[in-house]
């Protein structure tokens, strides 16, 4: 608008700093010489920049009273091939200087990460930290967003006006919690697994994992591997339907508890020590008028949102700012490079490099993209239906290098069905360096060491 060409110089501010938002800063940082001239300030809650991949032995709140973002626990192993997240322009072997096995820890995958934001120049100062966004306003006349931001360290708030608007802050980390009946008095732990922070504090327990999705998967094979005496799954639609070890089995959907005993809807029962709720995650932000703010649902098309990216309020109750942007907000298969691709996306759009269509056609996208959704009825149709979302992104932004990782998607799914238990110590080739990666000598069942130094050197 006027005040922009007048100002020169468009203000953005960009919600939290982790993958999405670091993705996001180093792609103005890529872009820097191109489009309009953009100030950027970031603003993190936590010590440092890393959002999940911050790994805190903290629950509930922190040292300032803020919630705990952090919802990873030690020895998380990926759960999906690292050629699926690998950035075209630095490569796993860039950042390594050797290949490395499919299945890094959690430390391995960090520490990439933050190779990739030093690569494109993103420093500390970049990001201020300890500073979280309390409340977000909105001026329909001037199409600015006023910030309010408090310093947890020195106690002090302030504001700050912004032309644009990035959330990056993740849907992640607030807990979906579901009601059952007894679970106030059941005679155990009874947690969510935001929570969870060592699968090892359950050796020889009987545990219940209420769920069916990928925390469900991975915890019930984390409890697996340190020794669990039993694991329940139970679920609430549909089985996962892996070849499980004996210990592990799945129930439908837990309908009461008492004392210790649990009771599902088909009539079984069983005594646990603890219950662990892997029933998803919120999409939550507390600093934005309701007007402004993204429902809840993970799913892959997002409803508002042109790209998943650009807001547009189309749904009942909200209104249109289309400076303002979400990233990171979709259900996922692809993750760092579309991040980045997001990112990008956005970059782009707000310093006028590309050029978006008339609200009419970007209302009609959103809405034609979120119907789709009803026919997302399988992990193959997921995996399509993104990377099909991965290819328009490249498609509006002229990138030409291969982000498609359909097929090795596809091998990852066959082969954890083949075997749950082995699918980590398989390997797969990069699409850009063209090499295999190498096998781990340790069988991820038995690999108890997840720091970098051990499986770098392995």
Not at 85 to 114: A, Q, W
Not at 173 to 185: A, D, Q, R, Y
Not at 188 to 202: I, K, P, Q, T, V
Not at 204 to 218: C, P, Q, T, W
């Amino acid at each position: 608008n006027l005040l922009h060409l007048l100002r020169m110089v468009v203000r953005v501010c960009i919600v939290g700093a982790g993958p999405s938002g670091m993705s996001t800063l180093a792609m103005f940082k890529k872009l820097k010489d191109q489009g309009v001239e953009c100030e950027v300030t970031c603003f993190e809650k936590q010590e440092q920049p890393g959002g999940l991949w911050n790994l805190t032995w903290r629950t509930g709140t922190d040292e300032f009273g803020e919630p705990v973002h952090c919802s990873q626990y030690r020895d998380l192993f990926s759960n999906g091939p690292k050629e699926c997240l690998e950035f075209p322009d630095y490569t796993f072997d860039d950042h390594f200087g050797k290949p490395i096995p499919s299945y890094p820890p959690r430390d391995v995958l960090f520490d990439y990460l933050r190779g990739y934001w030093k690569f494109h120049g993103v420093k500390k100062e970049d990001v201020l930290t300890r500073h979280v966004v309390r409340n977000v306003s909105f001026d329909d006349k001037t199409a600015t967003f006023t910030v309010r931001v408090r310093n947890l360290v020195q106690g002090l708030d302030i504001e700050q006006e912004f032309d644009r608007l990035i959330v990056a802050s993740g849907h992640f980390s607030v807990p979906n919690v579901p009601h059952f009946e007894g679970i106030e008095t059941f005679e155990g732990r009874a947690m969510h697994s935001h929570d969870l922070r060592n699968a090892r504090e359950f050796t020889g327990k009987r545990i219940l994992v209420v769920g069916s999705s990928y925390s469900a998967e991975d915890i019930a094979l984390q409890l697996f591997k340190f020794g669990a005496e039993q694991i329940t799954i139970s679920y609430r639609t549909a089985k996962l339907g892996f070849k499980w070890p004996e210990k592990i089995h799945e129930v439908p959907l837990l309908i009461k508890i008492e004392g210790k005993t649990c009771h599902f809807k088909d009539g079984t029962s069983g005594d646990y020590d603890a219950i662990i709720l892997c029933t998803g995650y919120r999409h939550h932000f507390p600093f934005l008028p309701s007007e402004l703010s993204l429902p809840n649902g993970n799913v892959f098309n997002l409803p508002n949102l042109y790209r998943n990216v650009q807001w547009y309020g189309v749904t009942e109750g909200k209104k249109n700012a289309s400076g303002l942007f979400y990233l990171g907000m979709t259900n996922q298969f692809y993750t760092y490079t579309m991040f980045m691709m997001q990112g990008l996306w956005a970059a782009s759009v707000i310093k006028g490099i590309i050029q978006t269509p008339e609200r009419e056609e970007c209302v009609e996208d959103i809405e034609k993209r979120y119907a789709e959704n009803a026919n997302l009825t399988d992990c193959f149709k997921m995996i399509d239906s993104q990377t099909d979302y991965m290819k328009q992104l490249s498609a509006d932004l002229n990138y030409t290098e291969v982000l498609d990782c359909g097929e090795l998607f596809y091998q990852w799914e066959q082969n954890k069905h083949d075997d749950i238990i082995t699918y980590r110590d398989k390997c797969y080739k990069s699409l850009y360096t063209l090499k295999d990666s190498p096998v781990h000598p340790i069988p991820w069942v038995k690999c108890y060491d997840d720091s970098l130094e051990a499986f770098i050197s392995a």
